[in-house]
């Protein structure tokens, strides 16, 4: 079992930068891919990001790429997420979630474990 918490959210304006922490617990981070997803009021959980093990490989859904990096701290039982540039279409409870599947995930099926969520707020 992991436990995840999500810390780091909060509201900003257009063109500020956040970074979301996830920590981890119960279990090492290194043996899980871990992701970022976000859902928007009204629309369905969609996949922002995503990073292998030991960190060697990432994806990013087309709306965050060039905005958004994801990165792990394995040592601190830690994911981040540096949200760059931020437009009002980013507003949105980002979570993270931990994966068993080899290789990267990019759906939400692929995960196990998710944390409860940071609220994002980007105002125009």
């Known amino acids: 079992q992991v436990q995840l918490v999500e810390s780091g959210g909060g509201l900003v304006q257009a063109g500020a930068s956040l970074r979301l922490s996830c920590a981890a617990s119960?279990?090492?981070?290194?043996?899980?891919?871990m992701g970022w997803f976000r859902q928007a009021p009204g629309k369905e959980r969609e996949f922002v990001a995503t990073?292998?093990?030991?960190?060697?490989?990432?994806g990013y859904a087309d709306s965050v790429k060039g905005r958004f990096t994801i990165s792990r701290d394995n040592a601190k039982n830690t994911v981040y997420l540096q949200l760059n540039s931020l437009n009002p279409e980013d507003t949105a409870v980002y979570y993270c979630a931990a994966s068993r599947t080899l290789g990267v995930a990019t759906t939400s099926r692929q995960y196990d474990y998710w944390g409860q969520g940071a609220q994002v707020t980007v105002s125009s």
């Open positions: 119960g279990r090492t981070l290194s043996n899980y891919g």
């Open positions: 990073i292998s093990r030991i960190g060697s490989s990432t």
